[in-house]
Structures are given as structure tokens and as C-alpha cells.
């Protein structure tokens, strides 16, 4: 089993529409959840970051955390076309300084 | 702010030579940068963790005496790649850590993109 699980897509979604992206992580003493978002070709950029269960909510963006389930998701709201990418989910284990990161989510917004 | 940069963003060198990348963070101190690599539709690929002022943590699988890490001063990491062949060729990214204790973020340069001939 892999310690983070990403569904590799492609994901497509409407512009406008909300794109939900999903992650699954194995370790259950995980502390600390990011998003990242990477374009083709560049860096990853960090989008969000979760510490505890719940939504946290940033302009469009909702990183979504439930510990219990070891989940953690990404909501866009109002996609934009310049929201295609990569998604990167990444989790920091227990006593870790290095983060594991899922295979990532392509995304594509159809205008 | 938690801006990263890299140096160069794109080399090309013969094989058997050597090539050094570094990596700056320029508005804040980072304790702790890693260095990915990434091969084309693949996810990034943790090579090592660069702690300033001690030796690097590298990876399972990856040879520490040709990716050699210095990690020299709160800002300043680099990667020199030795003896350079063309399966080295790759998208090589660094990132740095805020100093914070309770922030784990890790914030990217814009990678440095490796071709060995």
C-alpha cells in the first residue's frame, strides 16, 4: 500500500463547477496535510495547508481533513481554465521532517 | 514572501563532467532544504535532506557520493551531480523549509532542468 494514494485522472471539469480532489494516506499518526499545485513543465506551488480535522477555507480553495478516515481533499470552486494542473498531495508522518507526496490528480477546467 | 531560488534553471553538459545547482531562500532562514528529482509525468522523487551546518540524509537508492549536498549557511544549499550521465538527465527541484517550529511547509525554487549529453 502506498503511504499516499492520489487517483492519477485525468480529472475534467467544467469551468465554474467545483472540482474535488481526493487523497488517502496510511499512516495514522500523520500530522500535517498539504495541496500543492504544480503547471506542467514548473515547481510545485503550495496551495494549502491542513494541521486538524475540519475545513479550512482560502478564497476558492477548502482543504478538507478527516483523521479518522486518513483523508484529506481539495474542493475549487468556480473553476478557472488556469486551474489545469497537477495536484499534489503531501503528508508529513509523525517525527518526520520530509514529506510523502501521493502521484498527484491531473486536473483539466473545459471552458 | 518564502520565496526559493535556483541556480541555473536549465544546464547542458557533456557526460563525465560535474554540475553544481544551488539553492537560495531569499526573504527567510530555512534549517532544513530537500532536493527532489522529477522525470517527465512522474511525481517527485525525494533524494535527500539538507540540515545547515551537519550532513545530508539521503534517500533509499540514491548515492550520496554522486549527489553530493552542502549545506553551508541558513540560505544557501547546494547539489553538485558528479560525474554526470544521461540517465542523470532530469528536472532537479529544491525546497526550503520555514524556520517555525510548528509550520512543516515546504516552499519550491523553480527547478533546475539537467540535460547530459
Known amino acids: 500500500q502506498k503511504e499516499v494514494e492520489q487517483n492519477s485522472g485525468p480529472l475534467s471539469v467544467p469551468e465554474g463547477a467545483i472540482a474535488s480532489l481526493n487523497c488517502t494516506y496510511s499512516?495514522?499518526?500523520?500530522?500535517?496535510f498539504f495541496w500543492y499545485r504544480q503547471y506542467s513543465g514548473k515547481s510545485p506551488e503550495l496551495i494549502m495547508s491542513?494541521?486538524?480535522?475540519g475545513d479550512k477555507e482560502d478564497g476558492r480553495f477548502t482543504a478538507q481533513l478527516n483523521k479518522a478516515s486518513q483523508y484529506v481533499s481539495l474542493l475549487i470552486r468556480d473553476s478557472q481554465p488556469s486551474d489545469s494542473a497537477t495536484y499534489l498531495c503531501?503528508?508529513?508522518?509523525?517525527?518526520?521532517?520530509?514529506?510523502?507526496f501521493g502521484q498527484g490528480t491531473r486536473l483539466t477546467i473545459n471552458p | 514572501g518564502a520565496v526559493v531560488s535556483q541556480h541555473p534553471s536549465r544546464v547542458i553538459c557533456k557526460s563525465g563532467t560535474s554540475v553544481k545547482i544551488e539553492c537560495r531562500s531569499l526573504d527567510f532562514q530555512a534549517t532544513t532544504m530537500f532536493w527532489y528529482r522529477q522525470f517527465p509525468k512522474q511525481s517527485l522523487m525525494l533524494m535527500a535532506t539538507s540540515n545547515e551546518g551537519s550532513k545530508a540524509t539521503y534517500e533509499q537508492g540514491v548515492e550520496k557520493d554522486k549527489f553530493l549536498i552542502n549545506h553551508a549557511s541558513l540560505t544557501l544549499s547546494t547539489l553538485t551531480v558528479t560525474s554526470a550521465h544521461p540517465e542523470d538527465s532530469s528536472f532537479y527541484i529544491c525546497s526550503a523549509r520555514v524556520i517555525e517550529a510548528m509550520s512543516y511547509e515546504q516552499y519550491f525554487g523553480p527547478g533546475t532542468r539537467l540535460t547530459v549529453t
Open positions: 491542513i494541521y486538524s480535522n
Open positions: 503531501a503528508v508529513r508522518i509523525q517525527g518526520a521532517q520530509k514529506l510523502v
Open positions: 499512516d495514522r499518526g500523520s500530522q500535517s
